[in-house]
Structure formats: structure tokens, C-alpha cells
Nanobody, 124 residues
Framework: QVQLAESGGGLVQAGGSLRLSCAAS????????MGWFRQAPGKERDVVAVISQRGGNTYYQDSVKGRFTISRDNTRNTVYLQMNSLKPEDTAVYYC?????????????????WGQGTQVTVSS
């Protein structure tokens, strides 16, 4: 089964940028629908962005449209989340998720595999 490892989180000022990476092992990202989720303290884990197996279809949560971009590099077996114009409300633990079905899933319960998460903190 695929294992996922996120990296790239950190502390950034409002208006700044970060790029999160999700490296896969034990499977190829091209065989999975890949999603980025985030969870703030006391809140549910919500979808941020999703990319289909072949990368032709994407989905973004309304609050990140125009600021975040999800992409995949099949040669590196990695999925990325480029986050620009960050806001304090983007502060959360960000998780990478994978599912072998080729569909745009937006619920956390629909994903079979998860990484350990990476903290993103945006200061005002």
C-alpha cells in the first residue's frame, strides 16, 4: 500500500507563500486520486484541493481558489500544493491523502491513505 509523507510546512507571514510536498512510496501517485486536506484545532478535517489520477481534473475549496494550486510530478512520485497570498485563517495541519478510485472526492472519509501532516502557521 502507498505511504505518504508531507513536508514544506512552517511559519510564514500573511501574504507569503509556501509549497507543500507529498512524497509517495510503495505506490505511484499517477494511480491515485490525490487530495490535500487541513485541520485547525477544534475543527473538522476539510478538503483544500484534489487532483485526479491523470491530473486533468482539479477541485479547490472556495476559500483557496486563485491562491492555491495542486499539481503532481509523476517522475518524482510527488504531489504539491503551492500556497500563495497566505492568510492567518489558512493556519492548520495540512494532510495529504490518496485513494485508488479515479474520482474527485472531497470528503476525508473517502480516502484510504493518509500522511502524518505538516503544520502551516500564518502570522498576521
Amino acid at each position: 500500500q502507498v505511504q505518504l509523507a508531507e513536508s514544506g510546512g512552517g511559519l510564514v507571514q500573511a501574504g507569503g507563500s509556501l509549497r507543500l510536498s507529498c512524497a509517495a512510496s510503495g505506490g505511484t501517485v499517477s494511480s491515485y486520486t490525490m487530495g490535500w486536506f487541513r485541520q485547525a484545532p477544534g475543527k473538522e478535517r476539510d478538503v483544500v484541493a484534489v487532483i485526479s489520477q491523470r491530473g486533468g481534473n482539479t477541485y479547490y475549496q472556495d476559500s483557496v481558489k486563485g491562491r492555491f494550486t495542486i499539481s503532481r510530478d509523476n517522475t518524482r512520485n510527488t504531489v504539491y500544493l503551492q500556497m500563495n497570498s497566505l492568510k492567518p485563517e489558512d493556519t492548520a495541519v495540512y494532510y495529504c491523502a490518496a485513494d485508488p478510485l479515479n474520482a474527485i472526492f472531497i470528503l476525508a472519509s473517502q480516502y484510504d491513505y493518509w500522511g502524518q501532516g505538516t503544520q502551516v502557521t500564518v502570522s498576521s
